[in-house]
Each structure stands twice: as C-alpha cells, then as structure tokens.
T-cell receptor, first 121, second 109 residues
C-alpha cells in the first residue's frame, strides 16, 4: 500500500488564489521530503527539498516566495502555491526519504506520493 | 488495493542486456511510466506506454501488456552509468500516480 499520501488529489482554483497541498508520510518519519513538478509525460523537476524544522532549500529558478514550503513535523510537509496563475497548472508530486541504515548496504530510499493535479483558471 | 511490483535489486554485467519487470494492479489505467533515478538526483523520464507493444528508444526499450498488467524495461549494451534505481509508475483512472518501490540495478565490470 501507499506509504506517502497527498491531499488534495486534484484542485481547481481561480487565478490569484492560494492553494495548499499536503504531503504525509504514513507509518514512518521522514526528516526530508521533496517537492517535484511534473510536466506532461516528462521528467520530474525538483522544486525544493524540505527538511523538518528548518527552511526549505529551493532549486535554481523556483520562486520561494511563490511556492511556500513548511515541514512542521516528521510526517507532514505542505506546499502552498500563492497567487496562483494558469501557468502554475501542473502535477505536483512529493516524496519522502527514509535514511539508509547506518553502516548498512542500502542507500536512502525515496517513496513518492500519488500527486496533486492543480488547475488554475 | 492498488499495487505495483518490481524486483528490489538486480545485478548485470557491463555490455550485457537486462530486463526489469513491473506488474501492476490498479483501478483503471491511463499509462505507465519508467523513470531512472541516480542516488541523490531527481528521477529522469525514460518512457511512457499507454498502448500494448514495444517502444524502442536507443538502448532502452519498454514493453506493455495491459491485459496482463505487465511491463518491462529492457536495457541493452549496459554501461556503468546505467547503475541506478528504475521506477515503474502507473496512472490510474483518476490520473493518480501509483509508484513501484523501484529496482536498484547494479552494473559490474
């Protein structure tokens, strides 16, 4: 079953409004979550890395004042698209990272959420 | 429930061919994606299949059988740089992405 959930799954809003998207890790604590934007049938573009209890790290070209990220707890990160415009319409996906075990052979594992489809009219 | 299965880890030799399988059970189907993800990097799009059959793109090919709920990613002429995790994901009837856990591919010289 899913280990990462997102809410809402889809949202339609008017231009100029703000939209909040939640990303929750289920059954595990995620100190790090990532927010991606997917363009039609294309790669996932990393927008920002969200660390619990600290400010998010944004990728170059991503407006931090427009895409507000809050990682207030070990199981919840939120992405708020402020003053949304039609060009912000996209599919937003989060992922949560489980750190590799210290001394173990595996590297960090990322679990991806189902995505949120945002349509701005 | 919805589920995607793919092997956790595979090992192959440089120059060889490897096939990574993915089986899915989802409520509806609107296409299947394969992504490649190197450690510490964002996933890179490899392929999108919505119709049955084989699609070839250079050294990588992807196959889909909707009736069997089955896909595979075929990598030819393996190179060391192909060492990565390969993620299978399906769009369900609501265009929600259902993700596999990923297959870690290890390439040996």
């Amino acid at each position: 079953g899913a280990v990462v959930s997102q809410h809402p799954s889809r949202v339609i809003c008017k231009s100029g409004t703000s939209v909040k998207i939640e990303c929750r890790s289920l059954d595990f604590q995620a100190t790090t979550m990532f927010w991606y934007r997917q363009f039609p049938k294309q790669s996932l573009m990393l927008m920002a890395t969200s660390n619990e209890g600290s400010k998010a790290t944004y990728e170059q070209g991503v407006e931090k004042d427009k895409f507000l990220i809050n990682h207030a707890s070990l199981t919840l990160s939120t992405l708020t698209v402020t003053s949304a415009h039609p060009e912000d319409s996209s599919f937003y996906i989060c992922s949560a990272r489980i750190p590799g075990l210290a001394g173990g052979p595996t590297t960090d594992t990322q679990y991806f959420g189902p995505g949120t489809r945002l349509t701005v009219l | 429930g919805q589920n995607i299965d793919q092997p956790t880890e595979m090992t192959a030799t440089e120059g060889a061919i490897v096939q990574i399988n993915c089986t899915y059970q989802t409520s509806g189907f609107n296409g299947l994606f394969w992504y490649q993800q190197h450690a510490g990097e964002a996933p890179t799009f490899l392929s999108y299949n919505v119709l049955d059959g084989l699609e070839e793109k250079g050294r990588f090919s992807s196959f889909l059988s909707r009736s069997k709920g089955y896909s595979y990613l075929l990598l030819k002429e393996l190179q060391m740089k192909d060492s990565a995790s390969y993620l299978c994901a399906v769009w369900d009837s609501n265009y929600q992405l259902i993700w596999g856990a990923g297959t870690k591919l290890i390439i040996k010289p």
